[in-house]
């Protein structure tokens, strides 16, 4: 792919840095590599059972790419277990989030460029209240 990926923001780093079949060694067996954002990905929309743009929105990535990213995971983890291949869990453009990711959600004006945060929790919706400068509509999520 050209294009450097953007990076996104991760939560949780995995319990273990991969997974193999029961009974038999890794020499024996192909790896299958999943990156992190993948893992992340995965923990957010299946185990945690968030819709996907709420998850898309705390990675940090657009509803494609993040579309694109579970997509990507969920085909590599179910042909690791079908394969009876090991999982490498390896990679990736991310960042483990701070407090101040947990504490705030980012927003910027596609008019005037204004930029600004709310904390998280207060129950608005950035997209809804529009720019605080001019007054736009035009909102887009930052993080
Ligand atoms: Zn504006």
Redesign the pocket.
Known sequence: MGRPHKECIIRQLPPAVGYKPAGVSLGEIEEVEVSFAEMEAIRLVDAEQLDMGEAADKMAVSRTTFFRIVNSARHKVATALWQGSALRIEGGVFRVADHEDERRRLFA?G??G?RWSTPYGTGQRGRDMG?P??R?RSVRREG
């Open positions: 004006c008019v005037c204004h720019c400068q001019c736009s």
